[in-house]
T-cell receptor, first 111, second 110 residues
């Protein structure tokens, strides 16, 4: 059973601080990793993708991948109230054309 | 205009009724997916299609069927709706990378 695990939260972070979201996955051969943001009642929105070990930065977002330890993380710098949402981690396991989603971490930014 | 559209956006139906949810996309992607989302259970894959002649079951296909009418259109049917099919349904498309989701259909079966 290929699995993607996330802490469900809620994770509360003061405005302006760094929010750190973590995700672990079960298959060492996984190839592609994605972070989605989902506001309550809305659809998931793709915000980051990462394919190789290391960091990838896009604006206030940084995705970090460590394949040896089988985890991927998302850092949000200078957190804003508008970042309050559920963040979903998704993994494309090796040889599998589908994405497996974690159940998400609910993030609340406190003004 | 939205790249991935779903109709209807909200639907209330009775147990035993047949219902169809429709998805259209203008992204030009070959791959299309149907998911349902339930509180605490995350997104679960119902069916997926990599081209018009390729249809595959996901992890929870029982009670559902699909039709891929064209590259841009992928419909999900509930042949005889039951209350535990009450959920938020999403269509998604991809070009082999990340997936892009439609706005969702909130379905209630009474």
């Amino acid at each position: 059973q290929k699995e993607v695990e996330q802490n469900s939260g809620p994770l509360s972070v003061p405005e302006g601080a760094i929010a750190s979201l973590n995700c672990t996955y079960s298959d060492r051969g996984s190839q592609s990793f994605f972070w989605y943001r989902q506001y309550s009642g809305k659809s998931p929105e793709l915000i980051m993708s990462i394919y190789s070990n290391g960091d990838k930065e896009d604006g206030r977002f940084t995705a970090q991948l460590n394949k040896a330890s089988q985890y991927v993380s998302l850092l949000i710098r200078d957190s804003q109230p508008s970042d309050s949402a559920t963040y979903l981690c998704a993994v494309n396991f090796f040889g599998n054309e589908k994405l497996t989603f974690g159940t998400g971490t609910r993030l609340t930014i406190i003004p | 205009d939205a790249d991935v559209t779903q109709t209807p956006r909200n639907r209330i139906t009775k147990t035993g009724k047949r219902i169809m949810l429709e998805c259209s996309q203008t992204k030009g992607h070959d791959r299309m997916y149907w998911y349902r989302q339930d509180p605490g259970l995350g997104l679960r894959l119902i069916y997926y299609s990599f081209d018009v002649k390729d249809i595959n079951k996901g992890e929870i296909s029982d009670g559902y069927s699909v039709s891929r009418q064209a590259q841009a259109k992928f419909s999900l049917s509930l042949e005889s709706a039951i209350p535990n099919q009450t959920a938020l349904y999403f269509c998604a498309t991809s070009d082999s990378g990340g997936q892009y989701f439609g706005p969702g259909t909130r379905l209630t079966v009474t």
